[in-house]
DNA sequence: CCAATTTGACCACC
DNA sequence: GGTGGTCAAATTGG
């Protein structure tokens, strides 16, 4: 069915493009290391910042252009469904081919949409928790999957025939820990009731935040403004202390602070998502911008790792110092390792691997939240 | 009665 | 042919 010609801008890469590729890379990597050197509170921190989030977003672009253009060339092959492989801290170049290849997968892989995943990870594996982001979605399937211990769930957005949202997630236990859900989405959500309600719903739960999505909506480049996060710098802290990570997030954001972001019953989430060619390039703060829930952690600069880009959410209550910081990023380490395993990334959390693809779009609607909370629709499997 | 979930079948891709 | 993703009829729940 629906087919998704990745078709897409042609001609663009030519052969300057690894060159280009490279001088951006460079420049985003000198920006994040001034960044590094100053002080947190300095303002040109805060400048070396965006500075290092403008090349990446330049760097995002060249790349979907070029893999844009690689794939009108028909490039293409085998894929492994989940985890991009190969691309270790390679040259960028090399990083680039990869990265090329991983986009032009995705645009072929069903309709094409940008696909990235999440980690949700639950408070009790025993509970039939479903993580919930805060969004109405619609199971329309459920299937075991090859090496899995658990079916996959398969669900779209509640408002799909409505208003033709095509956002879609699947839903999947971890094998390893079934406090962990793996948790692809795909599409960005086109509804806007969803954001209304949710906004609504969310506020009425037991975790209130605002709902940060409209103004994406209406300026699609504002949301890569407040975007100013060095991934570089967000992972490491994230890896460190969930709770600032948490915090700062939410304060760069501009959020109204106070009592957003609450996340009962997850201590952390960690996204993954892919580098969908042109989809990079296509939605930079796309139509359906949103972050499906209050949810803070999209504040900053995503990471595509051969392919897949992470990031790494923290979902530590607000008020309790982050209890256990050092199991917390532990896990984080796990988990991003996991994401980021195609870049072999051991325990060692080599930025350099991970800086691949970067791109300062945001994510529509990074899922957030309430587990097995409200919600129309969670299936009860699991 | 309507909406959501379940589940087997179908389809596309590798 | 195997596997993953989606469809749609049947079923269940509010």
């Known amino acids: 069915m629906q087919d998704g010609g990745a078709g897409g801008a042609e001609g663009g890469g030519g052969n300057g493009m690894p060159l280009l590729l490279t001088i951006l890379a460079d420049g985003e990597e000198q920006a994040r290391q001034l960044g590094e050197q100053l002080v947190p509170g300095d303002d040109y921190r805060g ?15 060249a790349r979907a252009v070029e893999a844009a253009s690689a794939s009108s060339r028909g490039t293409d092959r085998s894929d492994s469904p989940r985890s991009a492989d190969e691309s270790s801290g390679g040259t960028t170049a090399a990083v680039v081919d990869a990265q090329e290849r991983q986009a032009v997968l995705l645009c072929k892989r069903r309709k094409g949409l940008p696909r990235w995943t999440a980690k949700f990870r639950v408070p009790d594996a025993n509970l039939e928790a479903t993580p919930d ?3 109405s979605w619609r199971k329309y399937g459920q299937k075991d999957i090859l090496g899995a211990k658990f079916p996959r769930g398969y669900y779209r957005c509640t408002y799909r025939n409505a208003q033709g949202c095509p956002a879609t997630k699947q839903v999947q236990r971890s094998d390893a820990d079934l406090c962990v859900f793996d948790v692809t989405y795909q599409g960005d959500h086109t509804c806007h009731q969803k954001q209304q309600r ?3 719903g969310t506020a009425a739960s037991t975790h209130s935040q605002p709902a940060p999505q409209q103004q994406e909506q209406d300026h699609p480049g504002a949301g890569m403004q407040h975007v100013v996060m060095g991934f570089k710098d967000v992972l490491k802290v994230e890896t460190t202390t969930t709770e600032a990570a948490a915090a700062r997030a939410l304060h760069g954001h501009g959020h109204d602070g106070a009592s957003s972001f609450c996340f009962p019953s997850v201590p952390f989430v960690h996204h993954a998502r892919e580098a969908p060619a042109a989809a990079a390039f296509s939605r930079p703060g796309g139509p359906g911008y949103d972050f499906s829930s209050p949810a803070p952690p999209h504040c900053h600069c995503p990471v595509v790792v051969g392919g897949s880009y992470d990031d790494v959410y923290d979902y530590e209550r607000r008020q309790a110092p ?12 796990e988990v991003v390792s996991r994401a980021t395993a195609p870049a072999g990334a051991g325990a060692g959390f080599d930025y350099a691997s991970l800086y691949q693809y970067h791109h300062s779009e945001l994510d529509p609607h990074l899922p957030f939240p309430p587990f097995g909370g409200a919600g129309p629709s969670h299936g009860p499997y699991q």
């Open 47 to 61: 400048a070396a910042r965006r500075l290092q989030c403008t090349l990446g977003r330049a760097v995002a672009v």
């Open 133 to 135: 982001d805060g969004l």
């Open 198 to 200: 949710h906004a609504a």
């Open 322 to 333: 982050a209890p256990g910081a050092a199991e917390s990023s532990s896990e984080l380490a």
